[in-house]
């Protein structure tokens, strides 16, 4: 599978979607366009490696160096020592799992590097011009590799709940006026954030979205991007909303959730209300520890 296009036609959101959903595995480069046209304007790459739809890898550059710089940079290891590995039987294998197994890197070094790969992911979304390619049969780098991985929609939510500019996806959003329906009758094994959590429980189809934010006491926007994060997680799907059904009273909510800090009578931002930590290196690096 090959495809490329403008990221006006296909969000990286979207792009990520088709990753995990279709458990891709190639390379998916990301050509940020600095000014002018995609002809001449200068420009920055990110190439992101993945494997059954799961990130496993990310640089700036194909030469191989990304991870040995980083791990250079906080002089954990000798570059020649590095380079060594690259050359001994098992190079086949990750190079920072072949560092940990020899004793050389531990699963919390490991961890801050595989952190600081995906925190490029996160200046990804921030991108407002820029052009892709998504390459099925590009082969994955075991240099750049640290032996760590995440599914694509898990970084992905992590990257939207941190966007500061929501610009490039405000088409996108769910219409205020739109209700919104479940798509899986389990609970979720995605790791939601607690507004996140209160719209699912919401996705019945007989509510629409601004009920649910006057319900909730939250401004609409913040309802919208978080039901956009449901719905980029196949999770929800947007249907219809038919006004001759129930008040949204006649639904229990969980009263710990709504009346946490933030969500008085005075609307707050998405930082407040949902305590989100602000540094998303921090909130990574505690999410890769609880689960890899």
């Known amino acids: 599978m090959s495809l490329s296009s403008s990221l006006t036609d296909f969000s990286l959101a979207e792009l990520f979607q088709i990753i995990d959903q279709g458990r891709k595995s190639g390379c998916l480069t990301v050509r940020r366009l600095l000014d002018g046209n995609a002809s001449q304007a200068k420009s920055q790459y990110y190439f992101i490696w993945f494997r059954q739809g799961r990130i496993v890898a990310v640089s700036n550059s194909l030469d191989g160096q990304g991870l040995i710089t980083k791990i250079s940079e906080r002089k954990w290891v000798q570059p ?3 380079e060594k590995f690259l050359l001994t039987p098992g190079k086949e294998k990750p190079l920072g799992l ?23 992911i996160r200046e990804l979304f921030e991108i407002q011009k820029g052009v892709f390619k998504l390459d099925s049969k590009a082969p994955i780098p075991n240099q750049e590799m640290t032996g760590l991985s995440l599914r694509a929609i898990e970084v992905a ?11 490039t996806l405000a088409e996108a959003l769910p219409d205020p006026n739109s209700a919104i329906h479940s798509m899986t009758q389990t609970k979720p094994e995605i790791r939601l954030h607690a507004l996140e959590w209160q719209i699912w429980e919401f996705a019945n189809g007989t509510i629409s979205l601004g009920a649910i934010a006057n319900q909730l006491n939250q401004p609409i926007i913040i309802v919208q991007q978080a039901a956009f994060r449901l719905k980029i997680a196949c999770l929800i799907e947007e249907v ?14 969980d009263c710990r959730l ?6 008085g009578n005075k609307k707050s931002t998405e930082p407040e209300m949902l305590k ?9 690096i505690g999410y890769l520890r609880s689960n890899i």
């Open 80 to 82: 020649q020592l590095t």
């Open 258 to 263: 709504v009346n946490s800090p933030g969500s």
């Open 276 to 284: 989100i930590v602000t540094s998303f290196l921090d909130n990574l």
């Open 98 to 120: 072949n560092l940990k197994t020899a004793g050389i890197l531990n699963a919390e070094q490991l961890n801050l590097l595989f952190a600081s790969q995906i925190q490029l």
């Open 157 to 167: 939510l992590m990257a939207l709940r941190n966007l500061k500019n929501w610009k």
């Open 240 to 253: 219809p909303f038919v006004k001759s059904t129930p008040e949204t009273s006649n639904f229990p909510l």
